[in-house]
């Protein structure tokens, strides 16, 4: 026995020495720790654990970044267990439809970690309408997403979620930062931002050239926030919107003057569709905002081309 634990230390020894003369032990713990979150994905922790169990020379430094990795791993878990979903349903997954879901804050804190550790590539469309998850969980979701998250993102639907201007300032941050490159279709229906909110979106909204379906539906915006929206388009802003939809806020005959004004001088060349019911304008004024799209040059545009389907 005494032979054999003899044997056994020298071996840990041995490996322990091998890791600190090698390339791996040539790092410094933030060095490892970089490796480590790079294969850290809490939907697939076994390749970050294998890392740390190769040898003892690893498991001391990485630790504390294990500890992190299995928490993550119980929090995504536990949101899959929420909505149905398998780690692999996840993970592959192009549609993603978690309306009325009973979504809060710790959710979305979860799906916004996932999202900048799996990347979650395959994903298109998002719907997580009819929640209550609010400002604080919008800026839970997006206060980590960076350049590139969700690639292949092409729309989001955040109908009724109890949105003020602080949750729209939370998305339009992500959006400075270059998340959702892909993005051409945003759905901001039944959210109390005001015009303070719808200015802040967009003005990020305009400056995504791919941008063909825009929805702030009853979100308590007034004439201001069309002029927001709409006016003064750069050369490249809105240059592939298709539908605009504004119902049932509190616009009047200014907002619709604004909108002729920037269809007359020749913005959003490809919109086919505004959407004024229920709003306060007047029925001369929407037809005369309704004439300006007809006049408009006929396109080659077609419901597949748009590829959003937000609804």
């Not at 044997?7 to 490892?32: F, I, Y």
């Not at 040898?55 to 149905?84: D, F, W, Y």
């Not at 979305?108 to 719907?127: D, H, V, W």
């Not at 309704?290 to 040059?297: F, G, K």
């Amino acid at each position: 026995m005494a032979a054999r634990a003899t044997r056994s230390a020298s071996r840990k020894a041995r490996l322990t020495e091998a890791v600190a003369t090698g390339p791996l032990g040539a790092l410094s713990h933030d060095e490892l720790g970089v490796i480590f979150d790079g294969l850290a994905d809490p939907l697939q922790p076994v390749v970050a654990v294998a890392l740390s169990s190769t040898c003892l020379g690893l498991r001391t430094p990485l630790r504390a970044a294990l500890v992190v990795l299995k928490e993550r791993h119980q929090r995504a878990l536990a949101l899959c267990r929420s909505v149905g979903l398998s780690f692999a349903g996840l993970a592959d997954a192009e549609v993603l439809d978690w309306t009325s879901r009973r979504l809060n804050i710790e959710h979305l804190a979860t799906l916004g970690m996932i999202i900048s550790t799996s990347g979650l590539p395959t994903l298109q469309k998002l719907r997580i309408d009819d929640n209550d998850f609010g400002d604080e969980g919008m800026h839970a979701m997006c206060k980590d997403l960076g350049l590139g998250a969700l690639p292949s993102a092409v729309s989001f639907c955040f109908a009724n979620v109890d949105l003020t201007k602080t949750g729209a300032q939370s998305f339009a941050a992500a959006l400075r930062r270059g998340a959702f490159p892909a993005l051409c279709g945003v759905y901001f229906g039944e959210n109390a931002m005001g015009d303070q909110g719808v200015r802040v979106l967009a003005k990020a909204l305009r400056s995504r050239p791919t941008m063909k379906f825009v929805f702030f539906g009853a979100c308590s915006m007034s004439d201001a926030g069309v002029a927001a929206l709409v006016s003064d388009l750069g050369k490249d802003e809105f240059k592939q919107l298709d539908y605009l939809g504004l119902w049932s806020n509190n616009l009047t005959d200014i907002g619709c003057a604004t909108l002729v004004s920037s269809l007359e001088a020749g913005d959003m060349p490809m919109l086919e569709t505004i959407d004024l019911e229920h709003t306060n304008a007047s029925d001369v004024s929407c037809a005369a905002v309704q004439a300006a799209v007809q006049r408009r040059p006929v396109t080659n545009r077609s419901e597949a081309t748009l590829g959003v389907g937000v609804r």
